[in-house]
């Protein structure tokens, strides 16, 4: 991380063919290099663009690298949508680990990946003595699939909510339907007692007949009014499945990983099976 101590990268998208765009540049902002990655229409246009202007460099977020490699990511907008492994923040300490979602539509990419696109912009060899290439998507061949590790820890969150969610549904139809039958049957009882009271007693006033004759009108009233209200629960799952579809993919291309439960990916899924990602847990 020395190598790229008291340096900014600044994050966004390119606005010429949607990919990303990556300025790197020293603490005082003066330009080192620009970068564009990954394929073209990758990044939505949620994702703020990079790029020059009279008052500086602009961007969706800024990542700084003090003198002890200690990373900061900050927000360049208030509008701005940026995800730290899974929380939505303005400004906070980074870890080499974490994952960046950026925009509304969550456009993911792993810090590691960032520094490594750094520093193979800058000439700078990686950590270890590991070869500059390790982990980075060669931009000039699109088919090209490099070898890198990819956290996925955020992968269990992801996993949970939609477990979680599909269960609090089944408890929630569940209740419903009880109260329904419930409903019901109050409905269909209270009605037999007010014609047993109208039977049994012929000498009541008028007024009072009429009031005992309305009741069971205006309780079966009340009773099919709440059955037929609108059920919301076909929308709710539609959503739980669609945020899970969205969420639960390879946080390096973004391929679904399917219904595999979180605890089953390290056996079942080790790595993507399209950009061949291996998965840190």
């Known amino acids: 991380m020395a190598t790229l101590a008291n340096k900014r990268i600044y994050i966004g998208r390119n606005s010429n063919d949607n990919r990303l765009h990556l300025i790197v540049t020293n603490s005082d902002d003066s330009e ?30 800024r990542i700084e690298i003090d003198k002890d490699g200690n990373m ?10 940026t995800y730290v492994d899974g929380d939505q923040i303005m400004e906070r300490y980074l870890e080499e680990t974490s994952l960046l979602e950026l925009g509304k539509d969550r456009y993911k990419i792993a810090v590691n990946t960032i520094l490594k696109i750094a520093r193979k912009a800058l000439g700078i060899a990686e950590p270890g003595g590991n070869n500059v290439n390790n982990g980075y998507a060669n931009q000039d061949n699109h088919n090209h699939q490099s070898h890198i590790r990819i956290p996925a820890r955020h992968l269990e969150r992801v996993w949970n909510d939609y477990h979680d969610g599909l269960i609090e549904l089944k408890k929630k139809n569940k209740r419903t339907q009880t109260n329904r039958m419930m409903l019901m049957m109050f409905g269909s009882g209270f009605g037999s007692l007010i014609v047993g009271l109208l039977t049994s007693y ?19 009233g009340m009773i099919i009014f709440w059955i037929m209200a609108k059920d919301d629960s076909i929308e709710e799952e539609d959503r739980i499945n669609n945020t899970f579809n ?22 079942q899924m080790p790595q993507c099976t399209k950009c061949k990602a291996e998965f840190e847990f």
Not at 202 to 220: C, N, R, Y
């Open 202 to 220: 012929q000498a009541l006033e008028p007024g009072l007949v009429a009031v005992f004759t309305a009741l069971p009108s205006l309780v079966i």
């Open 32 to 61: 080192l290099k620009n970068v564009q990655f990954g394929n073209p229409n990758s990044v939505n246009n949620t994702v703020s663009r990079t790029q020059k202007s009279d008052n500086g460099i602009i961007s969706h977020c």
């Open 246 to 267: 969205r969420d639960y993919v390879c946080p390096h291309c973004g391929k679904p990983l399917g219904r595999i439960a979180y605890e089953l990916l390290p056996s």
């Open 72 to 81: 900061r990511i900050k927000n360049m907008k208030d509008r701005n949508i």
